[in-house]
């Protein structure tokens, strides 16, 4: 029945327009902007659904397409469609703003329509970003979406917030705008803004190198890949909850499906005669950063960087499939990676965006993120506690949640690929156990630290609720993946079938 | 030797503001100060009946009459059009500042519209006499409105200094012009481009000279380095509504002798000022953002932004494409709307006894009128070049033209320098919702300017969501 409805439209305008709605309702009416916002938000989520329950899994072709003239004056079309790559995504989107409008409900007093208006808003211009088929399109919507969220952060963030948020902004910012310029470049080649020409433009090994490092810069900050890394932990650290969680559930996956929607397809050769750096960072990622976190005395810095160790993983296993090539000759196989690598975002998006909440939880009652003011939490709040060790399981990858599947398949991957570099990535097991436990140790278990601690209450009804759906995804995707791998079939062996065709 | 009469029609909507102003300047005499406002009608009534006419005799095709002096094509109906109302706008943002300090003069009027005038007249010039006459009319009235506060000795000196440093370079491009007339024998500019057609054939340097003259001239007009430096001391020296008028249409009109004089005129010589307005254009770039960063008086600070989006405006004329001429025209407009907004902001801002014109200012706008933060956020938004804003697309045009004839290394520092200039922009973004007032005086300019400043923010998403609509203008012109 929802076959010839503009879906995609709506999952990008319904929570715009709820955004607007929310903002002229002002700061006179908390409680029904608080309302208005949810039903959005909810609205939105119910919108999207079809696009999971209609979706044809046979095919790689664009679903769902919509296709109307935009800017004639550059060929540039109002392009919009879904493959198996972004689908998912779109439904994590409207999926995790529910959540968040409802984490929101208590903790944000100060100007509440527009941190409502922000993340509605910011919610279109993602689903945007996950379904633009038009280059510029997708670049309106990947620059846009940066002023809300530097709003939220400067508006509610931490007593950092101001140089977390520039820094958030100028660091994306420098990213994207090599983006433009290679895509600019690839207009001129091809005389049309369309992603899926640009997939077929045959193209010289220098402008591939040069396009392919440019929206490296793009993606690679945006994701984030060590060096380039280091706005995250201050943007986390200085966000508001709501802010965290979207920031690293959403927009960090924004730069992995970059890789897939971009510089894969377009730059194939650059890609497969860089793949040693792409595999050199994400293994510096994988160990460093997992290195770092284990330092860390600040839970959502510990988090923030566990994040980056995790992105890392996502990188390896797109990137790992030309090493296999090489190894065996053969593109068997290296679909293993790219689908791991995309199973391991969507469920990073679920465990990231828990365990930022379970530390907003905390935070509400403390204001306190450091974790040595914590210690014994389980004798006062039982329920959260079990919560948060079932996410830091998740998040250490254990068998059965949804961290474990990505794992798994990136790591067969790369034991295709080569054993040290399996190893080397499988480390993140030993590693992300250590510091995720370590942290769970120090701030659930053990005596009760203080007073402070003694007096904490236990997790409230709309807490539980959002938890527990999250704990509820997390554990059905950890035992029954098939879903989301059968939607994931058909376009990732496309990619693999495409970016094997060399485009010299 | 026959007497003809030329064909009146292309140039009604010049006689028109002619003649009103004339009227003006008599008619204000007899006008009491309590009755000033007929004088402010009667300005709005030329502007807009300007307008009104420019747009009615718009034609398709292109006219030349007086003698081969004067042009009136698709190019100009379109710039005189946004000439003239972004002047209309002008002259409402600045009535609420002028009326509060004692500025609410005739004069101020009679000024200004001499000064449209003089930008009609350079629009359409077909001739380098005529292009010399209308700039000099601009020019004239500028000087005079930047001292119009005579108690202001910060506003007597940059009006000398504009005046010294203005006539200079008229009289480089008046030496220029004699040069180009000595080379082709004639002042006509379709005459000059066959002239220098039939003369470039072996190494001229008497055209040589020619050009460099023209080019330093108009550099200096347009306020692009090296030749910048009068242009932030005469920002923040003038009374803020002539900033705000020495900032919008003059771009336009400057923009419009560069495509007569230059990309026509002297387009047979492309290759050659390609690298001078490239050298132009990538200093303008550097200086103008990264100077920006140390102003604390957001008078200077746009001045400084201006010099950064003249150096995008040369990038696209270096191309010497015509998708680049598009560019150039869809920036510049788009320039001229932003400029308008925020200076449209400061005037909003300040009252009497108080003037706005540092960037602090703006601190807590969000909690005194979110609806004018939003708007300020907008204009910021276009001026730092993001998207969905107006200014992405202005920025996205000029690549494209840039990158289009291979000069891709420029593209990329230029969209580097405009990433240091978002930190400027996004500084008053911070100032207006991160931070807490200071001062919370009631905020309130009448409906007039209200509803213009709304408008003229929301243009920024308007055209940003629908930039098709304007592009498609631009490019037809050209």
Excluded at chain 1, 92 to 111: D, M, N, P, Y
Excluded at chain 1, 270 to 282: F, I, Q
Excluded at chain 2, 116 to 144: D, F, K, P, Q, R
Aim: hydrophobic content about 60%; overall charge neutral.
């Amino acid at each position: 029945m929802f076959a010839d409805w503009p879906l995609l439209s709506l999952v990008i305008w319904t929570p715009i327009l709820g955004g607007l709605i929310v903002l002229t309702m002002g700061d006179r009416m908390p409680e029904a902007s608080r309302r208005v916002g949810l039903a959005f938000a909810v609205l939105t989520f119910l919108v999207s659904i079809p696009l999971f329950t209609q979706f044809d899994r046979g095919t790689h072709e664009m679903q769902f397409v919509e296709m109307i003239p935009w800017i004639s004056t550059f060929n540039i079309h109002y392009h919009l469609g879904v493959d198996g790559i972004s689908m998912p995504l779109i439904l994590l989107t409207t999926f995790i703003t529910v959540l968040v409008v409802i984490a929101a409900w208590e903790v944000i007093q100060h100007r509440v329509s527009q941190y409502l208006a922000a993340f509605l808003i910011m919610e279109g211009l993602m689903n945007g970003v996950f379904s633009a088929l038009d280059a510029v399109l997708f670049y309106v919507f990947f620059e846009a979406m940066l002023i809300p969220m530097f709003l939220v952060i400067g508006i509610w963030g931490g007593p950092n917030r101001i140089y977390a948020t520039l820094k958030f902004f100028l660091y994306t910012f420098l990213g994207s705008v090599f983006l433009l310029i290679g895509l600019i470049y690839l207009y001129t080649q091809s005389g049309s803004f369309a992603i899926l020409d640009f997939h077929h433009l045959p193209l010289g090994m220098t402008a591939q190198m040069l396009i392919f490092l440019g929206m490296l810069l793009a993606f690679g900050v945006k994701i984030p890949m060590f060096p380039v890394h280091t706005w995250l932990p201050d943007a986390h650290v200085e966000a508001p909850t709501g802010g965290s969680v979207i920031l690293a559930a959403i927009m960090l996956k924004i730069g992995g499906y970059g890789f897939l929607r971009f510089s894969l397809p377009i730059a194939p050769d650059a890609a497969m005669a860089l793949d040693w750096l792409m595999v050199t960072l994400s293994l510096i990622a994988v160990v460093y950063i997992g290195l770092v976190a284990l330092m860390q005395q600040d839970m959502k810095k510990l988090i923030a960087y566990s994040s980056i160790a995790h992105m890392g993983f996502v990188t390896l296993g797109f990137f790992i499939v030309f090493m296999i090539y090489n190894n065996t000759g053969s593109w068997q196989g290296a679909a293993l990676g790219i689908s791991g690598g995309m199973v391991q975002m969507i469920s990073h998006g679920l465990i990231s965006a828990a365990m930022f909440l379970c530390v907003g939880v905390l935070y509400d009652r403390m204001h306190s993120r450091r974790i040595a003011d914590y210690g014994g939490v389980a004798n006062t709040m039982p329920w959260f506690a079990a919560f948060f060790v079932l996410f830091a399981m998740a998040n250490t990858g254990l068998p059965g949640t949804s961290g474990f599947v990505g794992e798994f398949m990136v790591i067969l991957a790369a034991f295709r690929a080569d054993f040290w570099i399996a190893l080397l990535a499988a480390t993140t097991l030993i590693l992300a156990a250590a510091y995720t436990l370590w942290l769970v140790k120090r701030v659930v278990y053990g005596e009760v630290a203080n007073d402070n601690v003694a007096k904490l209450t236990d997790v409230n009804r709309r807490e539980f609720w959002v938890l527990g759906v999250l704990a509820f995804a997390v554990l059905l995707l950890g035992v029954w993946p098939a879903p989301l791998l059968d939607v994931l079939d058909a376009t990732v062996d496309n990619l693999v079938r495409h970016i094997a065709v060399s485009k010299l | 030797m026959t007497f003809e009469i030329p064909d009146f029609i292309p140039v009604i909507p010049e006689l028109f503001l002619l003649g009103m102003a004339c009227f003006i300047l008599v008619a204000d005499l007899f006008i009491p100060q309590a009755r000033r406002d007929i004088t402010y009608g009667l300005t709005q009534f030329s502007v807009l009946g300007a307008l009104v006419l420019t747009v009615w005799l718009a034609a398709p095709e292109v006219r030349i009459t007086m003698s081969g002096t004067f042009v009136a094509d698709p190019m100009s109906d379109l710039l005189k059009s946004v000439v003239l109302l972004i002047s209309a706008v002008v002259f409402l943002y600045a009535r609420p500042y002028l009326m509060t300090r004692d500025l609410y003069r005739g004069e101020f009027y009679v000024l200004g519209l001499f000064g449209v005038l003089g930008m009609m007249v350079m629009i359409s010039a077909n001739s380098l006499l005529t292009l010399y006459l209308g700039l000099e009319l601009l020019s004239l009235c500028l000087y005079a409105l930047v001292a119009f506060n005579r108690d202001s000795t910060q506003a007597a000196e940059s009006a000398m200094k504009y005046f010294v440093l203005g006539s200079i370079a008229s009289g480089v491009l008046l030496y220029g012009m004699s040069m180009l007339y000595g080379i082709t024998g004639t002042l006509d500019i379709a005459g000059v481009t066959a002239g220098i057609l039939t003369a470039s054939g072996e190494f001229n340097m008497a055209l040589v000279f020619a050009l460099a003259f023209v080019v330093v001239a108009l550099a200096f007009k347009l306020g692009a380095v090296p030749f910048h430096m009068w242009l932030p001391d005469v920002y923040h020296g003038a009374p803020t509504p002539v900033t705000l008028f020495i900032s919008t249409a003059p771009k336009i009109a400057g923009l419009a002798i560069i495509m007569r004089l230059l990309v026509d005129g002297m387009g047979p010589l492309h290759a050659d000022w390609q690298g001078m307005l490239l050298i132009l254009a990538v200093l303008s770039l550097a200086v103008g953002n990264v100077v920006a960063i140390a102003q604390t008086n957001i008078k200077r600070m746009f001045a400084y932004s201006t010099i950064s989006h003249v150096g995008f405006v040369l990038l696209a004329i270096m191309a010497g494409t015509t998708e680049g001429n598009a560019a150039a025209l869809f920036y510049v407009i788009a320039y001229a709307l932003m400029a308008a907004g925020g200076f449209g902001m400061v005037l909003y801002l300040s009252r009497q006894g108080f003037e706005a014109d540092n960037i602090q200012d703006f601190r807590g706008l969000n909690e005194r009128s979110p609806w004018f933060a939003f708007i300020m956020l907008l204009l910021m938004a276009a001026m730092a070049g993001l998207p969905p804003t107006l200014g992405f697309y202005a920025k996205l045009a000029v690549l494209q033209a840039v990158v289009q004839v291979g000069f891709i290394w420029v593209a990329v520092f230029a969209v580097l320098m405009s990433v240091i200039g978002a930190f400027y922009y996004l500084r008053i973004i911070k100032f207006m919702y991160f931070d807490k007032p200071e001062d919370r005086t009631e905020l309130s300019r009448g409906m007039d300017v209200n509803v213009v400043l709304s408008v003229n923010g929301l243009l920024m998403l308007g055209l940003g969501i629908f930039p098709g609509i304007l592009m498609s203008l631009t490019a037809a012109v050209r």
